[in-house]
């Protein structure tokens, strides 16, 4: 076990130190754009095209202490990352097994196979533009032998979000380092153990990457949105980066909005924008980011879908294309997991398709290390017959990937191929939730064992009140929640390829912090704090 009793943190406060803290944080999150817009009132659920009010984002007083080495080993692994879902997102007959609609995932889950359909036929008519990825691998802390293993929870290859959030928490932490006395009560609250955080520039770097690539210098990125988008600063953030530090314009856009804006040309295939309210002539896409479209509520009607491929067919590169999206399937992580796969793609023989010879098979017992065990619903691998071994008959028609997950519920959670918080089913749910599960839909679903993280640590979550999004009378209600928690670290890192090499970089960090009460994380979905890190 690390040296570091994490039972200890985080050192004690007085109620006038909390409150003094709480005051110092929060005001400095709403003075430097550490925001969210509050909850809408109105009932279509969308917000007002001008806000007028925002929130301070939710947010944790204390960092998470964190061991160095794990988290510099987070961040060490990104490159790595970075590659294999390149190769993944490259590699058609891969994914046409894995998450396809004929022979793979896509056959169980409609909106899995509903994209790669769509991906299947645009790839049919050729184009290859480049694909860009900005990544976010997400790793726990798992208590394991009396040792403390980083290990992953998943890899996002889309609308990974909190960069620039992020980096402003990182911010706040240190200036409340500087600014209150509280953080001299604990020799780990010290400048050096706070690591440096500058996402924002690393993520934009990869956008101004694929602007230059696509060769037209006044073409503009388009950020696709979501209509009742609450956190729109941590969007926005990357806008004014580019444009500040590139003179990079960008278009917000539903794809409600595209439905109307959105011309292909025929020939070239230029994705152009008519705008007429802000511009006579049409805007040129270089890039298309995606913030939205990784969930089924994202398509409320078929012709949704004939947005998003017609984006897809445009020449403009796609962060991500259609293949890196299904790149960061469950099943794909799942799938990698397999003897020999995750191998395959790291060799120099697994990048067939790009002219770079670059061999990363010496890390593979690196990245496998920071698995934890996964096998697929449908499973019939010797491995989980040969772990079903002593269990009683009765089951035999039941596929043995659900017989073991049902026999090791106590210490498993379920995912499905969905994004976005809130969709997995967890320990003790499992057993009743695959009695109700029909047999069809059981290979859209795969099992992953539990990270057991450090028990006895604790934090303090601060949500801006409900009462605080309109009128002017938050403050006299109890914001601050001492309570026992989960730190996830998040390792952010940008991919472009498609033409032979992949460029990439690691580009920075996130700490997300939720009560343990809570399986899920997410700061969106509401069940997490934004936090940073205490190296100890
Ligand atoms: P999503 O794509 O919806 O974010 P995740 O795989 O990240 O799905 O799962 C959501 C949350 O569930 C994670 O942030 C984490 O808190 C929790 N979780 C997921 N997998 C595990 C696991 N193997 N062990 C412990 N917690 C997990
Ligand atoms: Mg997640
Ligand atoms: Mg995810």
Not at 8 to 20: F, G, I, N, S, V
Not at 315 to 340: D, F, M, N, W, Y
Not at 436 to 447: D, H, K
Request: aromatic share 8%.
């Amino acid at each position: 076990m690390a040296s570091f009793n994490f039972s200890t943190w985080p050192p004690q406060l007085t109620p006038e130190q909390l409150e003094a803290l709480t005051l110092a944080a929060t005001t400095y999150a709403l003075s430097h754009g550490l925001l969210y817009l509050p909850p809408s009132q109105s009932p279509s659920n969308t917000q007002p095209r001008i806000p007028t009010t925002a929130i301070h984002a939710p947010l944790s007083l204390v960092p998470a202490p964190f061991p160095r080495a794990q988290f510099q080993a987070a961040r060490g692994l990104q490159s790595v990352y970075n590659v294999l879902y390149a190769r993944i997102a490259m590699d058609t007959q891969f994914l046409d097994t894995v998450m396809g609609a004929e022979e793979g995932v896509g056959k169980a889950d409609e909106f899995t196979g509903t994209l790669w359909r769509g991906w299947k036929k645009i790839r049919e008519h050729g184009m290859l533009p480049l694909h860009l990825g900005l990544f976010r691998s997400d790793y726990l802390l798992h208590a394991a032998e009396d040792r403390l293993a980083l290990k992953q929870v998943e890899f996002n290859t889309i609308s990974s979000s909190f960069g620039p959030l992020s980096e402003r928490v990182a911010a706040m932490h240190r200036n409340l380092l500087a600014s209150t006395s509280y953080f001299s009560a604990s020799p780990h609250l010290i400048a050096e153990k706070f690591p440096e955080n500058s996402t924002t520039s690393g993520l934009v770097e990869g956008l101004a990457k694929a602007h230059e690539a696509y060769g037209v210098r006044d073409a503009r990125i388009l950020f696709v949105v979501q209509p009742n988008e609450r956190n729109v600063f941590d969007q926005r953030w990357l806008e004014y980066e580019l444009l500040e530090k590139h003179q990079i314009h960008v278009v917000r856009q539903t794809l409600a909005d595209l439905a109307v804006s959105a011309l292909l040309d025929p020939s070239t295939h230029a994705l152009t924008l008519t705008l007429p309210s802000t511009n006579p002539s049409p805007y040129e896409i270089s890039t298309i980011y995606f913030r939205a479209s990784y969930t089924p509520s994202d398509f409320p009607s078929p012709s949704y879908y004939d947005t998003r491929f017609l984006l897809e067919r445009s020449r403009a590169i796609k962060c991500p294309s259609l293949p890196l999206q299904l790149a960061g399937g469950k099943k794909v992580q799942e799938a990698l997991t397999r003897p020999g796969v995750l191998e395959r793609f790291l060799s120099n023989e697994g990048a067939k398709w790009g002219a770079q010879a670059l061999d990363l098979t010496a890390h593979a017992a690196d990245i496998r290390a920071t698995w934890m065990g996964m096998w697929a619903l449908d499973s019939e691998d010797a491995d989980i017959v040969a772990a079903l071994d002593h269990l009683p008959a009765g089951q035999e028609n039941v596929p043995p990937g659900t017989r073991l997950a049902r026999l090791k519920a106590p210490s498993l959670v379920l995912k499905p191929q969905r994004e976005g918080g809130g969709n997995n089913v967890y320990r003790e749910a499992i057993p009743a939730f695959l009695d109700a599960l029909p047999a069809e839909e059981r290979e859209a679903w795969i099992a992953m064992e539990m990270i057991e993280t450090p028990r006895g640590v604790s934090g303090y979550l601060v949500r801006a009140s409900p009462s605080s999004s309109g009128t002017d009378n938050g403050g006299t209600e109890k914001k601050v929640v001492r309570t026992e928690v989960i730190s996830e670290l998040g390792i952010f890192g940008y991919a472009l390829f498609g033409g032979g090499e992949v460029v990439e970089r690691e580009v920075g960090w996130l700490v997300r912090t939720k009560g343990t009460e809570s399986n899920e994380g997410g700061v969106a979905a509401g069940f997490s704090v934004l936090d940073s890190v205490v190296l100890v």
